[in-house]
Each structure stands twice: as structure tokens, then as C-alpha cells.
């Protein structure tokens, strides 16, 4: 079976720190992959997503990048962190339709 | 552009009693549907999910939703709420026109369950 894995659980940076968020998927190949972000009290928002290894289209401008260096590895990175940044940041993946399954999510807390 | 609308940010009901969470959609072709819940701090789980056919369809944990193409809506219902049930509901929409593209998600209802 499929299992989605994000990490960390938790993590606190301060302004202008940078950031690496990891994902990465398990008995599937190909999936699509996507990072969403969630603001407290607020839906998801989707910041990136991906088709293929290297593949990466963003939905909304800003502070964050993402890339994929392996078929089922997503990174979600930022070079500076803004206080804005913070938020619960989601990562699922689909294969074939359009459903998406999501990891446990990484709580950023930008100080 | 596909939109989706959860008009009601926050829910309480008893325990036992009924449950109905409203969902409306904007979207040019034939839409998927779906409904994630999600416990406080975790990630989204899916509840049920509609492709095409039957317009009930039955999910996880005891939950159906309904499409009504005529009223763009897919309404989320459980007979009777276990306290287990708060927690927050997503609806969310896509389609065979969005090629690889995400979901886009309403912006949630709160279910609180009184005892």
C-alpha cells in the first residue's frame, strides 16, 4: 500500500532562516506530487505541484521554491524565511485520477 | 475558474443527531467531488469522493454525500454523530479538465459534537 511521509513534525526558525521541508511517497512511481499551505482558520492553499522528476509548476508567487531530485522525494525550501511564512504546510500526491492523499503535514513556526 | 463555497464556518450538533455540512461548486465541465476531514494538527484524510454514477455515494465512517448537478452542490450527511466526528470538513473540486493540476478546496466547516 501507499504511504505518504513528511518531516518534520514541528519546527520553529527564526526571520531570515532558511528552510528545507522534505516529502516523499512509498509503493507507488510517477505520482503527482503537491505542496499546499494551511493559515490558521484558513483552507489549503496550493503553492507548487509536480508531474515529474525536475517538473515543477507554482501556483502563487512567493517566498518558497520547491523541487523534486527523486521520483517520489518533494522538497519545499526557502532561502529567507518571512514571519508570514508560517503555517501548516501539507504535501499529497495522486496517481492517475484526480484523487489526493496527503502526508501528516510539518507545523513552521516563524519567530 | 472552479470555485467551491462551504457557507457554514462552524457546526454544532448534539451527539446522535443528524448531520448535514453544505457544499457548492463552480466549475465548467464535469466536476469530481470530494470531502476530507481533518483532526486538529493532522493531515487531510479522505472522507468519500465522486467520479460519476450513482449520485449517493457512501464513505468512510458512516458518511454519504449526494450530487445534485442542478444545484451544483455535493452536501455532506450522517444519520447520527459520534463525538469522534469533530473535527474540520473539506470539500473540494477537480476535473478532467485540469489536467495534473490540484484541487481546489473550500475553506472548511468546524464540526463541534456537545455530548
Known amino acids: 500500500s501507499q504511504t505518504i511521509h513528511q518531516w518534520p513534525a514541528t519546527l520553529v526558525q527564526p526571520v531570515g532562516s532558511p528552510l528545507s521541508l522534505e516529502c516523499t511517497v512509498e509503493?507507488?512511481?510517477?505520482?503527482?506530487l503537491y505542496w499546499y499551505r494551511q493559515a490558521a482558520g484558513r483552507g489549503l492553499q496550493l503553492l507548487f505541484y509536480?508531474?515529474?522528476?525536475?517538473?515543477i509548476s507554482s501556483e502563487v508567487p512567493q517566498n518558497l521554491s520547491a523541487s523534486r531530485p527523486q521520483d517520489r522525494q518533494f522538497i519545499l525550501s526557502s532561502k529567507k524565511l518571512l514571519l508570514s511564512d508560517s503555517g501548516f504546510y501539507l504535501c499529497a500526491w495522486s496517481s492517475g485520477t484526480d484523487t489526493q492523499y496527503f502526508g501528516p503535514g510539518t507545523r513552521l513556526t516563524v519567530l | 475558474a472552479q470555485s467551491v463555497t462551504q457557507p457554514d464556518i462552524h457546526i454544532t450538533v448534539s451527539e446522535g443527531a443528524s448531520l448535514e455540512l453544505r457544499c457548492n461548486y463552480s466549475y465548467g465541465a464535469t466536476p469530481y467531488l470530494f470531502w476530507y476531514v481533518q483532526s486538529p494538527g493532522q493531515g487531510l484524510q479522505l472522507l468519500l469522493k465522486?467520479?460519476?454514477?450513482?449520485?449517493l455515494v457512501q464513505g468512510i465512517k458512516g458518511f454519504e454525500a449526494e450530487f445534485k448537478r442542478s444545484q451544483s452542490s455535493f452536501n455532506l450527511r450522517k444519520p447520527s454523530v459520534h463525538w469522534s466526528d469533530a473535527a474540520e470538513y473539506f470539500c473540494?473540486?477537480?476535473?478532467?479538465?485540469?489536467?495534473?493540476?490540484?484541487?481546489?478546496f473550500g475553506s472548511g466547516t468546524r464540526l463541534q459534537v456537545q455530548p
Open positions: 509503493g507507488t512511481s510517477n505520482p503527482n
Open positions: 509536480s508531474v515529474g522528476i525536475g517538473q
Open positions: 465522486y467520479f460519476s454514477g450513482d449520485t
Open positions: 473540494a473540486v477537480g476535473g478532467e479538465d485540469t489536467g495534473r493540476r490540484a484541487l481546489t
